[in-house]
């Protein structure tokens, strides 16, 4: 076992701690959860989160205060600001491995569970990125694996201090991101104790678990009234009420099976057992059991409300996927000790082929006219050979699995293959897919051209990144506030920053004459508005980004 746990770790580190600087920041997440952690260092202001130097109230304050010790640790880098995510996922692996080890099936299943969702595709792509929801999601998994340890304890003790437990963590997922904190517990305790025919003793733990919370939380929540007694108005109308309820584009609406096909894909390569878990459960005997149970209602029940929310983005799902990784790591552990591998086996090879098959058509793609448009440029060629045979040893892997003597050696099989391709795919994906996300490069090579009174005008998606890179806190938008109308509508400054298109002429006119100033566009927006444009001193254009200085 000791040497399974070893395995466990180093593929913690291959996966989500090694690669974290080799990409380049992008926008417009990264570049946002870095630089309001950067202006909260800057300012000494560690209780109300601005962006921009406007107040940014969209999300509550814990995620900020976590990336900003990464930077004061680490620097103002990449592998700074991603850290918390890959660590969070690490943890919540961890927890995890800690709840199944205790109540669903001893250590190499927990082992299992840890590892499967490490590897699970959804977990990895969000796990080395910075944003917040790795973060919320191990505060939601500590939540619920500290209440079923309440719930199956038996010493009174113990049981207090479980609870107390799972109110920290529900206050700290809700200094994450607020009041989605509550909701997803609540959705599914509540099935599960009905279900257990304990739904009496909610009432009894409640108190516990909610002084907890109140001494986690409410420090902040008060401090952030007396500075700013406009933010709980805003914070629960705005980005949960309408978050929740509202069709309009500014809340991402999604229709209502927007995350079925993100919840089968994300959970690859081990939703593909999800037929032999099934056939496992059929018997009735798992179903009895609480932990399956548990999980079931920790699984079901909150897909199904993020489901019905109208706001939907892709990363909102991932407090779904500890569950789900519990239901499958437990089942397909009980599957295969009792000898009964054929629907893995069938599983596997389909999936090897699967592989082998995408790997052909890369190489096809790549090196004749058969199929579209090419996926690489004609400089990539190392990355689609590393991509080609990534899947080739992921397909061979799992087909090797199939093919395992044991249960034991099938499942290290099955969970090593994949380790070359999602290892690589932090170096070998396309140009193309990180060109219109990454401006560092442009906007660092003209750093010379602006000056620390020099106005620099962006859109609202590379408000961020002009903001990190520069160190400006004082940047003007162009057209559209977006996230930062709040803030532009609270702004005292005069001039307004928020500038209209008909008034950027005066505008540049006025400062022609105190150094100039600096427009900053993604390419297809400059290509909207070039016409009614002045011409510009100096352009420099780069990966889907464009850079101006008017005189």
């Known amino acids: 076992m000791r040497k399974y746990s070893v395995a466990v770790i180093g593929l913690f580190l291959l996966l989500y701690i090694l690669p974290l600087g080799w990409r380049p920041i992008a926008i417009p997440d990264e570049t946002r959860y870095a630089e309001i952690p950067r202006e909260m260092i800057a300012s000494g202001d560690w209780v109300v989160p601005h962006l921009n130097g406007l107040r940014y109230f969209e999300k509550p304050v814990l995620g900020y205060w976590l990336n900003a010790l990464s930077i004061l640790l680490f620097g103002e880098n990449a592998f700074a600001i991603r850290l918390t995510s890959a660590l969070a996922t690490g943890m919540t692996a961890f927890f ?3 709840l199944i080890r205790r109540f669903g099936g001893g250590s190499e299943t927990a082992l299992l569970g840890a590892a499967a969702y490490l590897t699970c595709v959804l977990v990895l792509a969000l796990g080395v990125i910075s944003i917040l929801d790795s973060m919320l999601t191990l505060f939601l998994t500590g939540a619920m694996a500290s209440f079923f340890f309440a719930y199956r ?24 991101k607020g009041f989605l904190a509550f909701a997803v517990p609540f959705i599914a305790i509540v099935p599960f104790l009905i279900w257990e025919g304990r ?9 516990i ?19 700013e007694s406009d933010f709980w ?83 909102y799902i991932l407090p779904c996927f500890p569950p789900l990784v519990i239901i499958v790591a437990t089942g397909l552990t009980a599957h295969l000790k009792q000898g009964m591998s054929r629907a893995f086996n069938i599983c596997a090879l389909s999936f090897g082929v699967l592989l082998g098959v995408i790997a052909a058509a890369l190489v096809l793609n790549q090196t004749t006219p058969l199929i579209g448009m090419r996926a ?38 099955f969970t090593l293959a994949p380790l070359p391709l999602l290892f690589s795919a932090h170096v070998a994906l396309p140009d193309h897919v990180l060109e219109d996300r990454a401006p560092k490069q442009l906007l660092l090579r003209n750093q010379d051209k602006v000056h620390a009174d020099t106005p620099i005008i962006t859109g609202d998606h590379t408000v961020h990144a002009v903001c990190w890179f520069y160190k400006r806190d004082d940047v003007y938008l162009l057209e559209n506030g977006g996230e930062l109308t709040y803030g532009l509508n609270r702004d005292d400054s005069r001039p307004p920053r928020l500038l209209m298109l008909e008034d950027l002429r005066e505008f540049i006119r006025s400062h022609s004459k105190k150094g100039g100033v600096v427009l900053f566009l993604k390419f297809k927006n400059y290509q909207k508005v070039k016409d009614r444009l002045p011409e510009a001193e100096f352009k420099d254009a780069d990966h889907g ?7």
Not at 153 to 176: I, K
Not at 240 to 251: A, D, E, T
Not at 379 to 407: I, R
Request: proline share 7%; with cysteine.
């Open 199 to 207: 739904l009496k003793e909610l009432i009894r733990m409640t108190w």
């Open 209 to 227: 678990s909610l002084l907890a919370l109140l001494l986690v939380a409410l420090p902040w929540c008060i401090l952030i009234h007396l500075r």
């Open 233 to 315: 108005h805003y914070f629960f109308w705005t980005e949960h009420v309408s978050r929740f309820l509202s069709p309009i584009p500014g809340q991402h609406p999604k229709p209502f099976w927007y995350f079925l096909p993100i919840l089968a894909g994300g959970a690859l390569p081990w939703m593909i057992f999800l037929p032999a878990v099934l056939s496992e459960t059929r018997a009735g005997v798992r179903r009895k059991d609480p932990i399956v149970r548990f999980a079931i209602c920790w699984f079901l029940f909150p897909f199904l409300f993020f489901s019905v929310c109208s706001g939907k983005l892709l990363p």
């Open 96 to 98: 995890i491995a800690f």
């Open 545 to 551: 980004f464009i850079f101006l200085k008017f005189q």
């Open 153 to 176: 304890e038996d010493h009174r003790a113990r049981q207090v201090g479980f609870l107390a437990l799972f109110g920290a963590f529900c206050g700290l997922a809700f200094l994450m």
């Open 376 to 413: 690489y440029g004609p400089s990539e060629t190392w990355k689609w050979v590393v991509a080609a045979g990534g899947f080739l040893v992921w397909g061979a892997g799992a087909f090797l699995s199939a093919k395992g003597s044991n249960w034991r050696k099938k499942v290290s099989l």
